[in-house]
């Protein structure tokens, strides 16, 4: 079965410091997501992908954070430096539907757990 | 922008017994509603969703209704099983946008 890869699945680091997480979609799955899921909420979307173009990043902090999705397939989103607040599980999806006429069936992977001291 | 409340934030009942997790959208032009289960260490998954154009719709024990008037929708599960257990996140999609709740742990004692 299909998924969607994630990595590093754990990561702790120091504020102030740099991380970057990779994402890789179900093959043929063109809409990339990454959401940000404090602990005890639901997900909230940062930047959403058509192929290699940025469709949404209206939630992104860009002052801190960037993601890209160079060739239309796997993706890093990156922090620096990174703030307290950061901590959370950073989930990448990816759909078929591609937005239109709905966002359709979202495939999750596992996440990324961010902690910052 | 779209806003999604849902409740109860806990939720535990009985193996067997029926659960029932209600959420309420304020866009009145969000049509479509799915809804998501979160295991321990896992990333959501999609068990079941509806659309604005149908008022009920039910798999095996999962059923999902919507009051697209009063602007809310349940998620309802009978004969509930231990592997039942886990978080439930409703969400709502308007302008091609999907909004999360703010999710149910939902614990089956046996």
């Known amino acids: 079965e299909a998924e969607v890869a994630q990595s590093p699945r754990y990561k702790i680091t120091e504020k102030s410091q740099a991380v970057a997480f990779w994402c890789d979609p179900i093959?043929?799955?063109?809409?990339l997501y990454w959401y940000r899921q404090i602990l005890g909420q639901g997900p909230e979307l940062l930047v959403q992908?058509?192929?290699?173009?940025?469709?949404?990043d209206s939630q992104l902090p860009k002052d801190r954070f960037s993601a890209e999705r160079l060739k239309g397939v796997d993706s890093t989103l990156k922090i620096q430096p990174a703030e307290l607040g950061d901590s959370a599980m950073y989930l990448c999806?990816?759909?078929?539907?591609?937005?239109?006429?709905?966002?359709?069936?979202?495939?999750f992977g596992e996440g990324s757990r961010l902690t910052v001291l | 922008g779209e806003n999604v409340e849902q409740h109860p934030s806990t939720l535990s009942v009985q193996e067997g017994d029926s659960a029932v997790i209600k959420c309420t959208y304020s866009?009145?032009?969000?049509?479509?509603f799915p809804w998501y289960k979160q295991e321990l260490g896992k990333g959501p998954q999609l068990i079941i969703d509806?659309?604005?154009?149908?008022g009920e719709k039910k798999d095996q024990r999962i059923a999902v209704t919507l009051n697209k008037t009063a602007k809310h929708f349940s998620l309802h599960i009978t004969e509930t099983q231990p592997e039942d257990s886990a978080v439930y996140f409703c969400?709502?999609?308007?302008?091609?946008?999907?909004?999360f709740g703010q999710g149910t742990r939902l614990t089956i004692n046996p």
């Open positions: 093959s043929g799955h063109a809409t």
């Open positions: 992908f058509q192929d290699e173009s940025v469709v949404d």
């Open positions: 509806i659309r604005s154009n149908v």
């Open positions: 969400a709502a999609e308007g302008a091609q946008k999907l909004v």
């Open positions: 866009d009145s032009a969000s049509n479509y």
């Open positions: 999806a990816s759909s078929l539907a591609g937005g239109f006429p709905n966002t359709g069936e979202l495939f």
